[in-house]
């Protein structure tokens, strides 16, 4: 058989599964990464005797069986040995410090533990649980509507089923459940549910995914990674490798080379040219289609998303290595604070905290990584970059008002933290290059939903696109995906049977 060669744009969690798909399929691919690792936005770095892991909180469907989870494993996820059950998706904690809630699988203790807080709000919580029961009984949870072929395979038979199979969903797409979570939270009388609410996830994220994610810890689908970032990329890349995928860490694409509407390659910064039959990519979205091919194949839909859409926003994310186990404390935790205090134009008023102490790959033993994620604006960071001083004294001071409050919440905690660090959303841009640093592409809305990213672009033969700029919300299942996807359709084109092994 003819093999076509494959050149793929991002060793990503979209790129790596593009290369495996693509190796088990036939094809003769090859990877080309700017950054000097795997992962793109699953990422980790050391520091010392820490390990800071800076991506994935949490993985979705991570027990057999279900569709997501068979994914994992085509691609080389050893997911019983890389997870641990996360029994409790977040605590949370009010300003007092005294009145904790936790979300956990039993929905039952969080209904009565809600409504004990507030008894008026007793209606919409039994509501809103009801609404976790019922997905997390749904087989479409640990599906999401993914493992269908992709839309350009799809007869018309194909998508009148899938729209019978989605009915129960469809509420969530335009109901009062597809509202942003800020929005939803309005609808509880109390205060401090109010917070809660709007804080679950995104504020800026419709609240159906608040109810999905608490579904998946009711049914005991969502893990935590046992090695971290690196623990989950490092097997998928060893795997495209053992294939016979080539990855080229350290080079960056600065041109999709085209040659009669035809891709036919990438031009690197070093000036090498890289040559194949297909491009994908599986880098950034808008650098893309208007720097890597100059904006020529792009058309009013395409015009539209790029001009319209919102994206997540970018994190600031403060770690600290701290000699101290917090032994009881849940793997993700927000605390509402007393003394707020800005960040840009923002004012932080929650302080989510993550907690790295399950398992020995973060910290020796008798310590822990504990992490502050904040969202906050690009621009504030890429102006202040302009006076590298000013830069440096600001993630100082981000650091610091983060420590203080923790030494609030933690007694004792500022001569136990013997290690700080501080990523800003230019550090995520520098290391993935996503628009704006942005961790999970475009914002989920009623609009991006019901939207269907193309993965071709219109009058550009030989080429596609894959990863989190092509499904709003982006995610690991989604991202890993979005590669098999194209080769589905590669393999559509070249009249093979598509394959899930080697
Ligand atoms: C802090 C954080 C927490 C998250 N938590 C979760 C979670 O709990 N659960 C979940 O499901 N999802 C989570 N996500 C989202 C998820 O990790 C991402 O949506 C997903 O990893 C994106 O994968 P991707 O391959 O599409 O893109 P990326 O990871 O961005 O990969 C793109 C790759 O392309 C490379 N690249 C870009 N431009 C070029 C170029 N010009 N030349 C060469 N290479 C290039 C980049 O260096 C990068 O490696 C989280 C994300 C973040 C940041």
Redesign the pocket.
């Known amino acids: 058989m003819n093999k076509r060669s494959i050149v793929i744009?991002?060793?990503?969690?979209?790129?790596l599964s593009t290369g495996i798909y693509a190796q088990m399929n036939g094809y003769d691919s090859s990877i080309?990464?700017?950054?000097s690792k795997p992962?793109?936005?699953?990422a980790a770095w050391r520091r010392g005797e820490y390990l800071i892991d800076?991506?994935?909180?949490?993985?979705?469907a991570h027990r057999p069986p279900s569709p997501i989870y068979d994914v994992y494993t085509e691609i080389g996820v050893d997911v019983p040995e890389s997870t641990v059950d996360m029994k409790n998706y977040l605590r949370f904690v009010d300003d007092t410090g005294e009145r904790e809630v936790d979300f956990t699988s039993d929905l039952r203790q969080l209904e009565h533990d809600l409504i004990a807080i507030s008894p008026e709000d007793e209606k919409e919580i039994r509501q809103f649980l009801r609404e976790v029961e019922w997905m997390k009984d749904s087989p479409l949870l640990t599906d999401l509507g993914m493992s269908a072929a992709p839309p350009e395979l799809k007869g018309r038979f194909d998508s009148l089923k899938e729209l019978w199979q989605m009915r129960g969903f469809m509420k969530y797409f335009y109901g009062k459940y597809s509202r942003p979570a800020a929005e939803f939270a309005k609808n509880f009388h109390n205060p401090y549910l109010r917070t809660m609410f709007e804080n679950l996830f995104s504020p800026d994220g419709p609240i159906w995914f608040v109810i999905m994610i608490l579904a998946t810890v009711g049914a005991g689908q969502l893990g935590l990674l046992k090695g971290g970032c690196p623990g989950f990329v490092l097997p998928i890349e060893q795997k495209y490798k053992d294939l016979g995928g080539k990855i080229r860490y350290n080079?960056?694409?600065d041109k999709i080379l085209v040659e009669d509407d035809r891709a036919v390659g990438v031009l690197l910064r070093d000036g090498s040219e890289h040559r194949a039959d297909v491009v994908v990519s599986?880098?950034?979205g808008r650098?893309t289609i208007f720097g890597?091919l100059g904006g020529r194949y792009v058309d009013d839909r395409i015009e539209k998303v790029y001009g319209t859409w919102k994206q997540y926003d970018p994190?600031v994310i403060v770690s600290l290595g701290v000699a101290r186990t917090f032994k009881d404390a849940a793997p993700l935790n927000m605390f509402m604070l007393k003394d707020t205090f800005l960040l840009g134009q923002r004012t932080i008023k929650v302080l989510p905290l993550r907690v790295l102490n399950y398992s020995d790959v973060f910290a020796p033993p008798g310590k822990a990584v504990i992490q502050v994620?904040l969202e906050t604006d690009w621009k504030y960071w890429t102006e202040l970059h302009n006076d590298k001083d000013a830069y440096d004294v600001e993630k100082q001071r981000v650091a610091e008002m983060v420590i203080q409050r923790l030494e609030r919440l933690y007694p004792g905690i500022r001569p136990q933290i013997e290690l700080v660090d501080v990523a800003t959303p230019l550090t995520?841009w520098r290391?993935?290059?996503?628009n704006r640093g942005s961790?999970?592409?475009w914002l989920m809305t009623k609009e991006t939903l019901m939207t269907q990213l193309p993965r071709r672009l219109p009058g550009l033969d030989g080429f596609y696109l894959a990863?989190?700029w092509i499904l709003p919300g982006?995610?690991?299942?989604g991202?890993i995906y979005s590669g098999r996807n194209v080769v589905q359709l590669l393999c559509k084109e070249d009249k093979r049977a598509f394959r899930t092994s080697a």
């Open positions: 744009i991002g060793a990503g969690l979209a790129g080309v990464e700017h950054h992962g793109g936005l699953a800076g991506g994935i909180h949490f993985l979705i080079a960056t694409v599986a880098a950034d650098n890597l994190s994620m995520t290391y993935t290059l996503n961790p999970m592409g990863g989190q982006g995610g690991v299942p991202c």
